[in-house]
Nanobody, 122 residues
Framework: QVQLVESGGGSVQSGGSLRLSCVASGYTDRICMGWFRQAPGKEREGVATIDSDGRTSYADSVKGRFTISQHNGKTTLYLEMNSLKPEDTAMYYC?????????????????WGQGTQVTVSS
């Protein structure tokens, strides 16, 4: 069973940057991973994903500003967030799945971290 632990959230002003990290322990071969976020009163939405071959996908709202990457043999997942906006404020979750189909859909994932808060002030 893979376990996920996020870190790196915090508070930043609009236009600033943050890097989120997710450490995965357990069997990570052929695993697909993603970052999701959930703002108060809103549904959890996909932000960025990376499949088992390293292909990435992004929500339109973050394209050109966020970058997802994997390191250390897929055991560490990063989300580099630049040009942050107040609407990026949310709890951010790392997620993983072996069923790598619609990766921006939260229903595709069965493994979740505990979340890390990102707050962007104007």
């Amino acid at each position: 069973q893979v376990q996920l632990v996020e870190s790196g959230g915090g508070s930043v002003q609009s236009g600033g940057s943050l890097r989120l990290s997710c450490v995965a322990s357990g069997y990570t071969d052929r695993i697909c991973m993603g970052w999701f976020r959930q703002a108060p009163g809103k549904e959890r939405e996909g932000v960025a994903t990376i499949d088992s071959d390293g292909r990435t996908s992004y929500a339109d709202s973050v394209k050109g500003r966020f970058t997802i990457s994997q390191h250390n043999g897929k055991t560490t997942l990063y989300l580099e967030m630049n040009s942050l906006k107040p609407e990026d404020t949310a709890m951010y979750y790392c997620a993983a799945t072996y069923r790598c189909l619609q990766l921006l859909s939260r229903y595709e994932y069965h493994l979740w971290g505990q979340g890390t808060q990102v707050t962007v002030s104007s």
